[in-house]
C-alpha cells in the first residue's frame, strides 16, 4: 500500500501527499491553481459545463502507447491522478533557450482571431491539442464534437473552429512526440512501482486498489464507504455541495473493469470503460447506444465518466438506462464472495433504489446483440443539444413482420421516479399493424401511464405531449 501519489508534470515525475489541507478529495483544478506557472486553468463552473478547467492527461495503453485525453480539472479528485501525466496550457509552448514558439494549435488560434478571453481559451486550446494529438484532417463534425466541453460566452466559435481545423493537419508532430519514448518510459517505472493506494487523514479515507479483487473485499469490509470511478457525479457532492466525504474506494485504476468482450452472440462492457471508449465500440456494433453518446455531456465528461457510473448513479435521466433496458440488457453485480446476473429492466426499483446491494459492485454490463432486423432508436429531449442533461428520453426496439408488430420495447426516462418500460402500450402493439391510427391509440396508452413531474427543466404538460410525440416521431422514422 502506498499512501502517497506519484505522476508527471513538467517532464518530470512528481509527487503528492495527502494532509488536511491537501485533501484526498481535492480536485486537480484547485491543486493547480495553487500551483506556481499552472494557474492558466481556470474554474468557471466546478461542475463539468464550462471547460475553463480543461487539461489533457496522457496514460498508457495496453501496448504501452501514449492515449492524450482532454478531461475537466474540476471533477477529478487528485488520487486519480496516480501514474499519468498532466499537461496544461503552459507545457504546450516548445522552449528553445530563451526563445518560445507557440504549439501549433496555439499559433493558429492566434491566426484565425480565436482567442478572445483569458477564461475560456486555456481549455479551449487544451481540447484542440488534444484533438491534434489524436486525429489528423478530423471533419468538422469531430471538431465539433472536441469542442462542446467549451463554452464561450461570447459565442465566437467559428474562428476557433477554423483554427482548429487549419492546426490538425500534422499526425500530431510536436514537442511531445518528440519525447513520448521518455514519457512512456517514466509512466511504465510509476506503474511498476505502484501499489494500491490508501490515503488516511485526520478525517478522510480514500482508497484506490488495483485489482477487482481488492476492490470487492474493500466494500465488504467498508460497505457504506463512496464508490467512485470517472467521479463526474460523484465530485459534485465536494465542488457543490461542499460535502466531506470520509470513506472512498476509488476503482479508476481496477484494469479489470475496463476490459470487453465482443462476441457473436454478446457485448461485454467492463464497469469501468469510459463511456467514450463505449461510443467508440457501439459505432459498429450497436449504433443506437453511439448515437445517444454523442449527445451525452461532453467528450471531457465521456473520456472519464464509466458506464458503471451511469448505471451506478440510477437517476430516472441517466440517459443509457432506458436502451439497456430496451436491449434486455443484463448487469453483473458481484461481492467479495459471489455474482448474481440481474436484468436491467429489474435493476431500479424506486427513485435511485437499485437492486445493487451495499457490498456489491458493478462489474460488467452485458447486451445480447440484438436481432439485425430491429429497428433501435433513442431519442433525447433537452434545452440543448450538447452538453445538456435529459427533460425526457425513451428508447424504442420494433421488429415487424411484414406490417405487423412482432416484438416492441418502449422504455422512457424522465416522465417518473424510475426509467419505465410502458407494458400496457406494448401489449397493444403487439399483432397490430404498424400505422397512423394504432399508433395514435398507443400514444394515448403511453399518455395516461405517466404522471410526470414539473421542474425546472419543463412542466408535466410538456413531458407527457413529448413521450406520446416521440412514439409518432420513431413510428414516422421507422415507415417500411
Ligand atoms: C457536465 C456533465 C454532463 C453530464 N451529462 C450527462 C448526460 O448527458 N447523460 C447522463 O446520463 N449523465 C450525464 N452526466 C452524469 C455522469 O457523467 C454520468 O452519470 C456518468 O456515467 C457517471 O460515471 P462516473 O464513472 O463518472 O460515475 P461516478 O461519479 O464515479 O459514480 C456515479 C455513481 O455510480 C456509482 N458507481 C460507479 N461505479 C460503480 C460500480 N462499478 N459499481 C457500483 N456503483 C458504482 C457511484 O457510487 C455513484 O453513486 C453528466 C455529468 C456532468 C458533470
Ligand atoms: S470549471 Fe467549468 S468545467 Fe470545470
Ligand atoms: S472566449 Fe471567453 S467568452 Fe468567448
Known amino acids: 500500500m502506498q499512501d502517497k501519489i506519484t505522476y508527471i508534470l513538467d517532464g518530470k515525475i512528481e509527487t503528492i501527499e495527502f494532509n488536511q489541507e491537501n485533501k484526498p478529495t481535492n480536485t486537480v483544478l484547485n491543486y493547480l491553481r495553487k500551483t506556481p506557472c499552472h494557474k492558466g486553468v481556470k474554474e468557471g463552473c466546478a461542475e463539468g459545463d464550462c471547460g475553463a478547467c480543461t487539461v489533457v492527461l496522457t496514460e498508457l495503453n495496453q501496448d504501452n502507447k501514449l492515449l ?68 489528423n484532417n478530423p471533419s468538422k463534425e469531430r471538431v465539433e464534437d472536441s469542442l462542446t466541453g467549451n463554452l464561450c460566452r461570447c459565442t ?9 481545423i487549419q492546426s490538425c493537419v500534422n499526425n500530431g508532430a510536436d514537442h511531445f512526440s518528440t519525447d513520448e519514448k521518455k514519457i512512456a518510459e517514466m509512466l511504465l517505472e510509476i506503474k511498476n512501482s505502484s501499489e494500491s493506494i490508501e490515503i488516511k487523514t485526520e478525517n478522510q479515507q480514500y482508497f484506490q486498489p488495483l485489482t477487482k479483487i481488492e476492490a470487492l473485499n474493500l466494500k465488504e469490509k467498508y460497505v457504506d464507504a463512496i464508490v467512485t470511478n470517472g467521479a463526474t457525479d460523484v465530485a459534485l457532492r465536494v465542488t457543490k455541495r461542499h460535502e466531506l466525504l470520509t470513506q472512498i474506494i476509488d476503482l479508476s485504476h481496477v484494469q479489470e473493469l475496463k476490459k470487453n468482450v465482443i462476441s457473436e452472440y454478446l457485448i461485454k462492457f467492463g464497469a469501468g470503460t469510459s463511456l467514450e471508449d463505449v461510443k467508440q465500440i457501439s459505432q459498429k456494433e450497436l449504433p443506437a447506444l453511439h448515437d445517444l453518446l454523442a449527445v451525452f455531456g461532453s467528450k471531457q465528461i465521456r473520456e472519464i465518466g464509466t458506464i458503471g457510473g451511469n448505471i451506478g448513479s440510477s437517476s430516472p435521466i441517466s440517459d443509457t438506462l432506458p436502451l439497456l433496458m430496451v436491449y434486455n440488457a443484463e448487469i453483473k453485480l458481484q461481492d467479495a464472495k459471489s455474482d448474481r446476473i440481474v436484468n436491467m429492466n429489474d435493476y431500479v426499483i424506486t427513485y435511485r433504489q437499485t437492486a445493487k446491494k451495499p457490498n456489491e459492485l458493478i462489474t460488467k454490463i452485458i447486451i445480447p446483440r440484438p436481432n439485425p432486423k430491429a429497428q433501435i432508436k433513442f431519442y433525447k429531449i433537452s434545452k440543448r443539444k450538447d452538453l445538456d442533461i435529459s427533460t425526457a428520453s425513451a428508447a424504442f426496439l420494433l421488429l415487424l413482420n411484414g406490417n405487423l408488430v412482432e416484438e416492441i420495447k418502449i422504455a422512457y426516462g424522465g416522465m417518473a421516479a424510475v426509467t419505465k418500460r410502458v407494458i400496457k402500450a406494448e401489449n397493444f402493439l403487439i399483432g397490430k399493424p404498424w400505422d397512423r391510427n394504432i399508433i395514435e391509440q398507443a400514444m394515448e396508452i403511453i399518455g ?18 413529448v413521450s406520446k410525440n416521440l412514439l409518432l416521431k420513431f413510428w414516422n422514422e421507422t415507415q417500411i
Do not use: W
Open 68 to 135: 492524450y485525453k482532454a478531461i475537466d480539472s474540476c471533477l477529478v479528485f487528485l488520487p486519480m491522478l496516480q501514474g499519468k501525466q498532466l499537461i496544461t496550457v503552459e507545457n504546450l509552448a516548445s522552449k528553445n533557450g530563451d526563445e518560445e514558439n507557440l504549439h501549433p494549435v496555439q499559433d493558429a488560434l492566434v491566426k484565425a482571431n480565436g482567442s478572445q478571453c483569458g477564461f475560456c481559451t486555456p481549455g479551449i486550446v487544451m481540447s484542440m491539442f488534444s484533438l491534434y494529438k489524436n486525429e
Open 448 to 465: 395516461a401511464e405517466f404522471t410526470p413531474l414539473s421542474d425546472a427543466r419543463s412542466g408535466a404538460e410538456f413531458r407527457t405531449i
Open 156 to 164: 465566437g466559435y467559428k474562428p476557433i473552429i477554423e483554427a482548429t
